[in-house]
């Protein structure tokens, strides 16, 4: 499987600038998390990838939205590959918000109010990550699955903590990653 970390939001370039949650709610991308989401759609094309499921956060939705007109595939929406709740930008929009932007996507059983209530301890997220990694194993179809999801996720799960659009293979077997593509 291949996870993307979304492309950069503008809490990424406060929180980057002065390390203080700058209070911004699920914040969608900048000029350059836009460039990066389309970079990253390039590096994507001869990969292999079958599927795009993607974080419900808007940052996530507009970056897969990027990857997936570039790969002409459909997007599903899973919220068990979101970022860990922390901070004021892991605040989600509402489904009704995200299903009228995003019509075409897949949104499932998705709640109206899918976040959690309370900050998500690193504990819990090992145990969402696992949780996740088992049951794409029992799943059985993860070689051509693209994860669009966040740094603490991606880092819950591999253990690499990656930049902003930055696409990593990874073996949910061996439970490694392999590399930046």
Known sequence: MILVRHGQSHFNVHYA????????????????????AQAAAESLKDQGVGRI????????????????????????????????????????SHRSALTERWPHFGFGDLAERWWPEE??????????????????????KWDDLLIVS?????????????????????DPHAGLASGAL
């Open 17 to 36: 600038a002065t390390r203080i949650d700058p209070g911004i709610e699920d914040p969608g991308l900048t000029e350059e998390g836009e460039r990066q």
């Open 119 to 140: 900050e998500e301890t690193e504990e819990a997220l090992a145990v969402r990550c696992e949780g996740f990694r088992r049951a794409t194993l029992d799943d059985g």
């Open 150 to 170: 966040h740094w603490g996720f991606i880092r819950g799960l591999t253990g690499e903590a990656v930049g902003n659009g930055v696409a990593l293979r990874f």
């Open 53 to 92: 499921v993607a974080s419900p956060y808007w940052r996530t939705l507009h970056t897969a939205e990027i990857i997936a007109d570039a790969l002409g595939l459909p997007v599903a929406i899973d919220p068990q590959v979101r970022e860990r709740y922390f901070f004021t930008c892991d605040i989600g």
